[in-house]
């Protein structure tokens, strides 16, 4: 029996779909088409859906809290076109996804954009910047940059990366952006700030942490590049990685391939292809150095493992700008920098791990942990 909560309301949104049943034949799930109607009540939020639209008892519906949210789904996972599914954040097997077949790409995209900001608590902006013709081309163009984005990027990268000028235009764009006043959010703890660009008005994800060290920057750099070698404390990200072709000019670099397995349920690994370049403080006008990181392409590039998807990185990377502290000593500033497109399902994860406060946790003892790495060093080669 439905409640009341389940039947009345404010319909933020309604409509046709087709729904994956939770029952098999043989094996297989059936696909049926049902009428949604998206339903807030005071605080509560609920998706509903109904054999017809005329009916007033809901066939099944689900009670949203912040625990859920829409997700792209992965390469090959479901067959049915325009294609989404509305689920807890993580997956533990308890509670169900319902995956939804719209007519169209742009319907697909309302609905994932309603449900979301409903579950945030402003339904109402979302429905009002839904009706707006302004809105529905920002969504397409968004969507065709999407498409489009891993292409734009490798281009550019594999048609300058040989120029250090290039290179070096790329250091500079990181440390205007890390500079600028654009972040939308900044949350500061313990010395660590962590900060993020707008997730709406961004295609892809842009994190920022920071922090002061009582290190040079000097010292920082040459112990992040020896951290960073295979077998080096920080090695994790180019663990395993295949080396496609060093670049010897200043400042000097290589390009890399790396693949990372995912430990969650239904998710492809990801692989990246990218540039990597040790700046050093005598490249640069404002004596910043440190590690430049983003996407391109290579005609040695090894074929991934089935499924794979691509990870896409604009220019991210580590820098330190000298920061002298009230002694008169040689402070660093520190900074961890990424925009990054992981793809898919996992891009909506790290985009509502941030918004939960579980991601700015895991960012802050990330950071915590380099930055005793580089005390401990700077400790031992006081001795």
Not at 270 to 299: I, K, M, N
Not at 327 to 341: P, R
Request: hydrophobic share 35%; proline share 4%; net charge positive.
């Amino acid at each position: 029996m439905a409640s009341a909560l389940e039947t009345d309301g404010e319909v933020i949104r309604e409509g046709w779909a087709v729904k994956e049943s939770g029952t098999t034949f043989m094996g297989q799930h059936n696909w049926r088409k049902r009428w949604f109607r998206l339903l807030q009540t005071q605080s509560a939020i609920t998706l509903s859906y109904y054999k017809s639209k005329a009916d007033k008892t809901p066939a099944g519906s689900v009670r949203l809290d912040k625990t859920y949210c829409t997700r792209e789904l992965e390469a090959g996972e479901k067959s049915k076109p325009h294609c989404f599914a509305v689920g807890p954040l993580i997956d533990n097997g308890a509670i169900r996804t319902y995956f939804i077949s719209c007519d169209s790409e742009e319907d697909k995209v309302d609905w994932m954009t309603l449900i979301d900001t409903a579950i945030e608590g402003v339904p109402e902006k979302a429905e009002k910047r839904r009706k707006t013709v302004a809105f529905k081309k920002k969504q397409r163009l968004a969507a065709r940059a999407k498409s489009t984005l891993g292409t734009v990027m490798e281009k550019g990268a594999s048609e300058n990366y040989h120029d250090s000028r290039w290179r070096l235009e790329q250091w500079e764009c990181v440390c205007k952006l890390i500079r600028s006043g654009d972040w939308k959010r900044s949350d500061a703890k313990n010395g660590i700030t962590v900060s993020r660009f707008s997730f709406k008005e961004q295609n892809i994800v842009t994190l920022k942490v920071e922090g002061i060290s009582k290190a040079p920057a000097e010292m920082i750099f040459t112990f992040l590049q020896r951290a960073t070698r295979q077998g080096g404390k920080l090695d994790y990200a180019f663990r395993n990685e295949t080396i496609l072709e060093e670049i010897e000019s200043d400042p000097p670099g290589c390009i890399f391939q790396r693949e990372f397995p995912v430990p969650l349920p239904r998710i492809s690994s990801r692989y990246l292809c990218a540039l990597r370049s040790w700046v050093p403080p005598h490249c640069t006008s404002d004596g910043s150095c440190g590690l430049l990181v983003l996407s391109t392409a290579h005609s040695n590039e090894p074929t991934p493992s089935k499924g794979a998807d691509r990870v896409f990185m604009a220019p991210s990377g580590i820098v330190l700008f000298p920061a002298p502290d009230d002694s008169g000593g040689d402070a660093t500033q520190l900074v961890i920098f990424a925009q990054v497109d992981v793809q898919r399902t996992l891009q909506r994860m790290l985009r509502g791990a941030f918004k939960s406060g579980l991601l700015k946790i895991g960012l802050r003892s990330g950071f915590q942990h380099v930055t005793q790495l580089i005390d401990r060093q700077m400790e031992l080669f006081s001795i």
